[in-house]
């Protein structure tokens, strides 16, 4: 691991060992993986207060982040208040039919409509509003999550080979059956502080300042503060805070801060949570009497998923995904930007044709218009990721401000 900022050091050995393991993690996780907590973020509400600054010994930073290296807690249940604030402008739903419609999923028309239970879809809910989880976990081949809503309940089951998705609403089941040595199946969707925070240490290097700020108690557990923030100026990452338990290294919350001030952006944390043996019943799932059962397997080949979709302005759907191939990562540390090219495709506009152009049109009224070197584009801003789409199709994407989204496409030129 980099250098730490902290008010104790540790010996230039202890530090390079750091160093070492931690680059084992991909070089530029931020922002590539925080556009993907961003795209499916959770996080806590601001109600969940630390109460009282518990008397803890004094750790360093390195030590500190060893502890949550070396945590393998396999046994734990809590439940897990969440709130997402990425400042995205309220569709009144419109977006949901948005992506529905480009996707082939639900409610898209044309074929079989996909299960209310697919879990690809559902876990994305989180990517906004307030919610609360239920999590529980028996060691590697058994966890569950479930996402609590109005007089409903979804569910998501990992119990050996087989994976379910429970959707109460609508009373129906999604099944598929994961590969020898999987992990958690929605592991791509951060579900707990320890994902949140996994995630945000892969990104420690020379741009970055961490240090231990003091202790917290957090769902009745003591734990001491470990925050990270960026040294560069021009990413909008404020600062990272993590709630560590102090007795098994488990992350309890986690919450980031934008650079522009303001309510966190994602703000995870336990209400309740046990590191007990959950009871077995706990992982046990049959689909309920009259329930819909969707196999992955048969979803998969349903018609919407390989269909070709019509000619639109003399492009298809095809044609505009084809760009996401060769993605690229630029600059360094929190500046890290994400580019890649579509094939000439920028915003949809009216000679187009038809709804595709009417949704480019409606899309860059949400942008910033941009001109540079590299020529003009739109940027499309929220708290924390902002994209910059030129208009001869290249993206640039990060956890950093329109200037040096800017910056950078005026340097590929």
């Known amino acids: 691991m980099a250098p730490i900022d902290s008010d104790d050091n540790t010996t230039a050995g202890a530090g390079e060992e750091l160093r070492a393991g931690r680059r084992k993690a991909a070089r530029y996780v931020v922002p590539v993986t925080v556009i993907g907590v961003a795209a499916a973020t959770i996080g806590l509400v601001p109600a969940l207060a630390d109460s009282g600054d518990p008397d803890l010994p004094k750790v360093t930073a390195e030590q500190l982040i060893e502890k949550i290296a070396k945590s393998d807690v ?17 569709l009144g739903g419109l977006e949901s039919g948005l992506m529905s419609g480009m996707s082939g999923g639900p409610g898209s028309g044309g074929g079989d409509e996909g299960s209310a239970a697919d879990p690809s879809a559902k876990l994305t809910e989180l990517v906004s509003g307030t919610h609360t989880l239920r999590v529980a976990a028996d060691g590697p081949d058994r966890q569950k999550v479930s996402l609590l809503e109005n007089a409903a309940e979804y569910s998501l089951i990992h119990d050996g080979k087989d994976v379910w998705g429970y959707d109460s609403k609508s009373n129906e089941v999604y099944h598929s059956t994961a590969p020898d040595g999987a992990e958690r199946p929605e592991k791509d969707v951060p579900a707990t502080p320890k994902d949140f925070a996994d995630q945000a240490l892969k990104a420690i290097d020379d741009t970055t ?10 769902a009745g557990r003591d734990a001491y503060k470990l925050v990270v923030k960026p040294k560069q ?7 990272i805070t993590v709630a560590v338990d102090a007795e098994t290294g488990t992350p309890l919350k986690f919450t980031l801060t934008p650079a522009s001030g ?7 944390g336990f209400t309740k949570v046990s590191f007990a043996k959950p009871d077995a019943s706990t992982f046990d799932f049959t689909p309920p009497e009259g329930a819909k059962v969707t196999e992955g397997d048969e979803a998969a080949k349903a018609p919407e998923h390989g269909r070709k979709a019509p000619e639109r302005g003399g492009k298809t759907e095809g044609d505009l995904a084809k760009g996401m191939d060769g993605l690229e990562v630029i600059g360094e540390g929190w500046n890290s930007i994400a580019t890649f090219d579509t094939g000439g495709q920028g915003l949809p506009t009216a000679s187009a044709g038809g709804d595709l152009g009417d949704l480019g049109g409606f899309l860059g ?10 020529g003009s584009g739109t940027v499309f ?3 924390l990721v902002n994209a910059l789409i030129t208009d001869d199709g290249k993206v640039y994407a990060g956890a950093v401000t329109k200037d040096a989204l800017v910056k950078a496409a005026d340097a590929a030129k």
């Open 74 to 90: 396999q046994q734990m249940s809590g439940t897990v208040r969440i709130s997402t604030d990425l400042g995205l402008p309220d």
């Open 209 to 218: 300042s961490v240090t231990v700020d003091g202790t917290a108690q957090v």
């Open 233 to 239: 100026d021009g990413s909008t990452v404020g600062a």
């Open 262 to 268: 303001g309510a966190a952006v994602v703000d995870a």
């Open 365 to 374: 009224s949400f942008g910033d218009q941009v001109k540079g070197d590299f």
């Open 381 to 383: 801003k929220t708290r």
